[in-house]
T-cell receptor, first 114, second 112 residues
Framework: ETGVTQTPRHLVMGMTNKKSLKCEQHLGHNAMYWYKQSAKKPLELMFVYNFKEQTENNSVPSRFSPECPNSSHLFLHLHTLQPEDSALYLC?????????????FGQGTRLTVV | DQQVKQNSPSLSVQEGRISILNCDYTNSMFDYFLWYKKYPAEGPTFLISISSIKDKNEDGRFTVFLNKSAKHLSLHIVPSQPGDSAVYFCAASVRGADGLTFGKGTHLIIQP
């Protein structure tokens, strides 16, 4: 248990569906992240939020839309995804973004787009 | 272009011996390096880190070595235990920038 909780753990969605991934942390961290892990590829940083403000969008397609309503919650809204978007989506948090502190990861959401 | 490279997809080590996992990087701006461990169906968990001002950091059975001139770091686990079987990710960051850049991971298998 790392203190970062992601729901759902598994999600299967059609290409025309709209769904959302949720991440929650109660570690008092100020930075939250979405990462994507595809098969045989490194973990890729998607979005970064510091103090609820988005500070990085790593060239992610607009069919992925993040939302950070407060420093404890992070969402990833999904719409009109493609089969190649199937991957493990990991949320992480850290004390502060730009400072070199360790990130704590959730267990991930295994997404399958059919 | 991968900035953090773990060239060994898997490594098999006998229980009790030393496990050495390697990582190379290309971005000279990286100044902080981390190792994460990942079990199946779980997110990565932080293991150990090292700042670029150091060349060694030790925590129990785990030691990370950094060779800045070679842009190379390694994780030593000694003695290796069955519970160490997992995928190990090397990660790096640039001070003042957000997020981590990860390698593809090395699957460590500890054999009894």
């Amino acid at each position: 248990e790392t203190g970062v909780t992601q729901t759902p753990r598994h999600l299967v969605m059609g290409m025309t569906n709209k769904k959302s991934l949720k991440c929650e942390q109660h570690l008092g961290h100020n930075a939250m992240y979405w990462y994507k892990q595809s098969a045989k590829k490194p973990l890729e940083l998607m979005f970064v939020y510091n103090f609820k403000e988005q500070t990085e969008n790593n060239s992610v397609p607009s069919r992925f839309s993040p939302e950070c309503p407060n420093s404890s919650h992070l969402f990833l809204h999904l719409h009109t995804l493609q089969p190649e978007d199937s991957a493990l989506y990991l949320c992480a948090s850290s004390q502060d973004g730009p400072v070199n502190t360790e990130a704590f990861f959730g267990q991930g959401t295994r997404l399958t787009v059919v | 272009d991968q900035q953090v490279k773990q060239n060994s997809p898997s490594l098999s080590v006998q229980e009790g011996r030393i496990s050495i996992l390697n990582c190379d990087y290309t971005n000279s701006m990286f100044d902080y390096f981390l190792w994460y461990k990942k079990y199946p169906a779980e997110g990565p968990t932080f293991l150990i880190s090292i700042s670029s001002i150091k060349d060694k950091n030790e925590d129990g059975r785990f030691t990370v070595f950094l060779n800045k001139s070679a842009k190379h770091l390694s994780l030593h686990i000694v003695p290796s235990q069955p519970g160490d079987s997992a995928v190990y990710f090397c990660a790096a960051s640039v001070r003042g920038a957000d997020g981590l850049t990860f390698g593809k991971g090395t699957h460590l298998i500890i054999q009894p």
